[in-house]
């Protein structure tokens, strides 16, 4: 049996201060059962009565554990659309036909929902992935309803709508089909160049004014990103998807998000360069917040591949948040406050107004829509 016991957090401080980084990570996990993966352990979800913990015994060597490989789960979604009021985002509605990332950026702040299923935040979210098989079945009788009134769906909140998944099951794409059938605005946000695939449908969407794209780039050198998004699509192929869905007349945006202190915000301007280079008319930008779990991840993620700034980076990110992990009120979780954040924030805006990507991405047409039509259950009585 593999046997692995997570490191504490006074264990997590004292090696982020070792000068010996090889040491502290040989003591913290084994690199290769976690290839490929963001987050460095499995603890419990908080929701789990018993905390499962493995530990060596004294009785034998310690095993390696062998790499963790993605499980898929089938689900069946009662709603697909779901509905928010948060001021702080810029959309209403959302569909997510994925619960889960393959991605495994160890800041997601989705993680902490992977506890609803009983599952960890840690790498469970990245490997126990839940396909919403009846999702273009779901998202057909949510629009057929007679009650229903078209506003703007957003793709890729929670997790990646274009994750590895998507490749096989084309839930995404089906979605799109609809959308187009039905005449209905979509905003789709992404890390992965196989957007791409779907270029025919987002064509024609675009060309009713349906919708529109933002494609996010956390930095520019590939081997970075591969730490951060270890499954993403490399920064050049994004910034490829940008040039070809502007080409096809697709209105886009660059993410730079998030920023995280020390690690990639010295990458700000650069990115809104490329992103204006491929042809983004459109750009934002979101601090790193750490609500949760995902403080745990991203502690651990830190300690692995950057052991000598981690007292650094999260003191930064505290001065951002109140002296806090995470401050999860509206109007400053997504920007932060503090010398620091202001800071940022004002190197942002001058380089979007430098590189003239201070537009807003258009708004969408709702007055299209036409209900698809579904098939009645009742019988006719001729």
Known sequence: MALYQAPSFEALERLSRSRDADLARRELIHAESVRGRGAQSNRSGRFEAQARESFDDGWGSVEAMPVFETREHVERAKTIITSNDSPDVGFERSINAYRGCEHGCSYCFARPSHAYLGHSAG??????????????????????????????????????????????????????????ETKHPVMITTKSALILRDLDLLRELARLNLVKVAL????????????????????ARRLEAIRALSEAGVPTAIFASPMVPAINDMELERILDAGKAQGAISASMILVRLPGEVRDVFREWLLRHFPDRVRHVLALVRDTRGGRDNDPRFGSRMSGEGPYATLLRQRFDKARERYGLEAKLPPLRVDLFEAPKLESRQMSLF
Not at 148 to 172: F, S
Request: zero cysteines; charged letters at 30%.
């Open 123 to 180: 790498i469970d979210f990245e490997r126990d992935i839940y396909v919403k098989t009846n999702a273009v079945d779901a998202l057909r009788q949510e629009l057929g309803a007679k009650s229903y009134r078209p506003k703007p769906i957003a793709m890729g909140t929670n997790t990646d709508p274009y994750q590895p998944a998507e490749r096989k099951h084309k839930l995404t794409r089906g979605i799109l089909e609809v959308m187009l």
């Open 216 to 235: 996010s780039v956390t930095s520019m050198d590939h081997r970075l990103s591969r730490k951060m998004e270890p499954r993403a699509s490399s920064p």
